[in-house]
């Protein structure tokens, strides 16, 4: 999309907030006063983290789901459910090869040393070690029994298992999605920078993954009449108002257009550490479980950071196809907007630097929500090849 077709946009915040007339006629009910009557709805990130934890938190996690799915307040929308399954072998690949690792690893050793065979000291030194090596055999042997273990589960693994035991009458039925319209919606949203997705327009594939989510969660919201909890992972800014890094509330657009859909329901998005609090799952749990989710942000945050030098932005840049563009620094600011820039190298066909790219992007976190975002091109002199910035 060029830049003098999203500045076109000049009715943009009417397209976003279409009912502004009954705006303020709403109240947002807070977690506490629909916690025990609201839906419960799971992303795919939340499907996908007991795969990092402990037996413990698995337990409660089951606990909590069959609490709720017996009240028939849980339910997870097809193509999380889709998402889960494109992502759940790259998990337990990534378990495997964690151990693996440690099956291969070298130990070294001091002896021997003939001309230290008289000292006392190296003598003990020496029963240590035959003694260090045969534990390191029995340690590689245990951990080859773990490995074919592993390789044994099939769909059979204890997270799997949990899923088919609990969640089987979960999963919504996503058949009567118009899909022509929602990808009419996606490039819309796209160009307005209207949440949710308009983060994965960079990618190569599944770019209307959490379109086709939010319309499952406010079809059911509709349906059932009810309050919605989506519990995720999602850290993305099309997701949440940030400071410093951290979502602090929903994206004020997400809240508005579901109380519209919905005739004034409430929407909130919680973790599953979140969830687990909430339903006075034990201390322990709730720590392990934060932890993974802090070990599964960081590693989202990285792969955004890496994925933004895709071709959108190579062709926003005017560079050919056959020359890299290389991700040299990123930073991010928050506090009453979040602001994110960019250097960017563009590398020839031989690897050698053509030009510097500073690309940025600021996204306010109070209304009106303004978006700008634009970049500039250098040569090696310095120079300014091209530039261009815009605002919604």
């Known amino acids: 999309m060029e830049f003098h077709q999203i500045m076109s946009s000049i009715f943009s915040k009417k397209d976003i907030y279409p009912d502004a007339k009954t705006a303020f006629n709403f109240s947002l009910r807070s977690l506490d006063e629909l916690k025990d009557n609201c839906l419960f709805v799971l992303d795919a990130n939340v499907l996908l983290l007991p795969f990092t934890t402990d037996g413990k938190s698995l337990y409660e996690i089951k606990r909590i789901y069959q609490i709720l799915v017996t009240s028939e307040r849980l339910f997870i929308p097809a193509q999380a459910v889709r998402e889960y399954l494109d992502n759940r072998a790259t998990k337990l690949t990534e378990t495997y090869k964690s151990i693996s690792d440690k099956s291969s690893q070298n130990f070294k050793f001091v002896c021997p040393h003939p001309l230290l065979s008289g000292m006392d000291e190296y003598a003990e030194l020496e029963q240590v070690e035959r003694e260090l090596k045969e534990s390191i055999k029995k340690y590689q042997k245990e951990l080859k029994k773990v490995l074919a273990s592993i390789k044994s589960w099939g769909w059979d693994d204890p997270v799997s298992k949990m899923y088919h035991e609990v969640l089987q009458d979960t999963v919504l039925d996503d058949a009567e999605l118009n899909l022509s319209e929602i ?83 409430s929407f909130h998005i919680v973790s599953l550490s979140q969830l687990l609090s909430t339903f006075d799952a034990s201390d322990e749990s709730v720590t392990a479980i934060k932890s993974s989710e802090s070990e599964s942000v960081a590693t989202e945050t990285e792969q955004i950071v890496n994925e933004v030098d895709r071709s959108p932005l190579k062709k926003k840049f005017g560079i050919p196809d056959k020359h890299e563009l290389k991700k040299v620094t990123y930073n991010v600011k928050s506090g009453m907007s979040q602001e994110e820039d960019w250097t960017f190298h563009e590398l020839n066909e031989s690897g050698e630097l053509v030009s510097i790219i500073e690309y940025w992007n600021t996204t306010s976190i109070v209304p009106p929500f303004d978006f700008n975002a634009g970049y500039k091109k250098y040569d090696l002199t310095g120079k300014i090849i091209s530039s261009a910035a815009y605002k919604i």
Do not use: C, M
């Open 183 to 265: 990808k009419v919606d996606l490039e819309r949203r796209n160009k307005l920078k209207i949440p949710p997705g308009y983060k994965d327009g960079g990618k190569d594939d599944n770019q209307a993954g959490d379109l086709l989510i939010w319309n499952e969660i406010i079809n059911l919201a509709k349906s059932k009449e009810k309050d919605v909890v989506f519990v995720s992972g999602d850290n993305k800014a099309d997701w949440w108002h940030k400071s410093d890094k951290k979502g602090i509330y929903p994206r004020f657009e997400l809240v508005d257009e579901f109380r519209e859909s919905t005739g004034g329901k």
